[in-house]
């Protein structure tokens, strides 16, 4: 089963910027299409950002213009650079395949925005 390592997160202000990174053990990386998704308390789990195997990417429209999507199949890993980030981005940023069935979830890794 592929495990996920999520990390990146942090405390940043307002404006600030941070980079996440997310790597996926086994040998099939370069043939699956990535996700973000992220949680808030209390409210449900929802998608951010995709990268899918030919390069292509799509956004939540509230992350639209701030925040990047990357992978290196060659590392197996997974990117996203969020700039600009805002109070309302703070909640555990979780990376996975962008369809079902979902690999294990990994832990997270919290980001927590202060304005």
């Known amino acids: 089963q592929v495990q996920l390592v999520e990390t990146g997160g942090g405390l940043v202000q307002a404006g600030g910027s941070l980079r996440l990174s997310c790597v996926a053990s086994g040998s099939a990386f370069s043939m699956i299409a990535m996700a973000w998704y992220r949680q808030a308390p209390g409210k449900p789990r929802e998608l951010v950002a995709a990268?899918?195997?030919?390069?292509?990417?799509n956004y939540a429209d509230s992350v639209k213009g701030r925040f990047t999507i990357s992978r290196d199949n060659a590392k197996n890993t997974a990117y996203l650079q969020m700039n600009r980030l805002k109070p309302e981005d703070t909640a555990v940023y979780y990376c996975?395949?962008?369809?079902?069935?979902?690999?294990?979830w990994g832990q997270g890794t919290q980001v927590t925005v202060s304005s």
């Open positions: 990268i899918f195997t030919n390069g292509g990417t």
């Open positions: 996975n395949r962008r369809f079902e069935p979902w690999y294990n």
